[in-house]
């Protein structure tokens, strides 16, 4: 019988990646002779992977990019960043708490981001995490990444879970959207890399920490879907 699972979003929600990923957009920022951005500025830019973060960086300087320039500040922006894994990065507060109280549940538990899947699995396996995921899956595990909903349902496909009995959770408006067209309910975390606030995207429910990630929680929106 397949088990009732949570996938979570990687960066802004389950670990707080943004000083690394901060450090390594400005390397590859400054490699192509642009303006560093600030923490705040970079909430504007990631959610997309790296590639699209740097896109944003010189769009929101209003400079062009040629495609060739831009697969070269990417290879930069990569090996930087994975050279420096996990660095800065650390689990939010009460991650590893709410990790343990829905694994005891009975709850498969895995996670879907837009960040590469070798990248993701360095980062989830330096912090001790990875023997809690039953999947792992990246912008490039398959031929199709958040928002498309099918980037999800094949997470929960690969974990072995019940898309009948699924939440995800995530901290920005693609996380969101990809639960919607996926038909599973989604727990926004206020705390993650968007510059509007969670609740403009109407997630079916909203957290501050991970304390609030309850087992009363997620089987009431599990019936409420159901």
Same mark, same amino acid.
């Given at each position: 019988?397949?088990?009732?699972?949570?996938?979570?979003?990687?960066?802004?929600?389950?670990?707080?990646?943004?000083?690394?990923?901060?450090?390594?957009?400005?390397?590859?920022?400054?490699?192509?002779?642009?303006?560093?951005?600030?923490?705040?500025?970079?909430?504007?830019?990631?959610?997309?992977?790296?590639?699209?973060?740097?896109?944003?960086?010189?769009?929101?300087?209003?400079?062009?990019?040629?495609?060739?320039?831009?697969?070269?500040?990417?290879?930069?922006?990569?090996?930087?960043?994975?050279?420096?894994?996990?660095?800065?990065?650390?689990?939010? +507060?009460?991650?590893?708490?709410?990790?343990?109280?829905?694994?005891?549940?009975?709850?498969?538990?895995?996670?879907?981001?837009?960040?590469?899947?070798?990248?993701?699995?360095?980062?989830?396996?330096?912090?001790?995490?990875?023997?809690?995921?039953?999947?792992?899956?990246?912008?490039?595990?398959?031929?199709?990444?958040?928002?498309? +909903?099918?980037?999800?349902?094949?997470?929960?496909?690969?974990?072995?879970?019940? +898309?009948?009995?699924?939440?995800?959770?995530?901290?920005?408006?693609?996380?969101?959207?990809?639960?919607?067209?996926?038909?599973?309910?989604?727990?926004?975390?206020?705390?993650?890399?968007?510059?509007?606030?969670?609740?403009?995207?109407? +997630?079916?429910?909203?957290?501050?920490?991970?304390?609030?990630?309850?087992?009363?929680?997620?089987?009431?929106?599990?019936?409420?879907?159901?």
């Amino acid at each position: 019988m397949k088990r009732p699972i949570i996938v979570f979003d990687l960066d802004g929600t389950l670990v707080d990646t943004a000083p690394d990923l901060l450090d390594s957009l400005n390397h590859s920022l400054v490699a192509g002779a642009m303006a560093s951005v600030d923490y705040a500025g970079f909430k504007r830019f990631v959610g997309q992977g790296g590639r699209v973060m740097i896109e944003r960086a010189y769009a929101a300087q209003q400079k062009a990019l040629k495609s060739e320039e831009l697969d070269r500040l990417l290879g930069l922006f990569m090996t930087h960043y994975t050279g420096n894994i996990p660095g800065k990065s650390l689990p939010y +507060p009460g991650v590893v708490e709410a990790i343990d109280r829905l694994e005891s549940a009975g709850y498969a538990l895995a996670v879907c981001t837009n960040k590469y899947e070798a990248n993701s699995l360095a980062l989830i396996e330096a912090l001790g995490l990875k023997r809690h995921f039953s999947a792992i899956a990246g912008q490039d595990t398959f031929a199709f990444r958040k928002p498309d +909903p099918r980037h999800l349902l094949e997470t929960i496909a690969m974990a072995g879970g019940d +898309p009948e009995r699924a939440v995800m959770v995530g901290d920005s408006q693609t996380d969101i959207d990809t639960a919607k067209a996926a038909g599973i309910p989604v727990v926004a975390v206020d705390f993650g890399y968007t510059d509007r606030h969670v609740r403009e995207f109407e +997630p079916s429910a909203i957290i501050s920490h991970f304390d609030e990630l309850t087992l009363g929680l997620v089987e009431k929106l599990i019936a409420a879907a159901r």
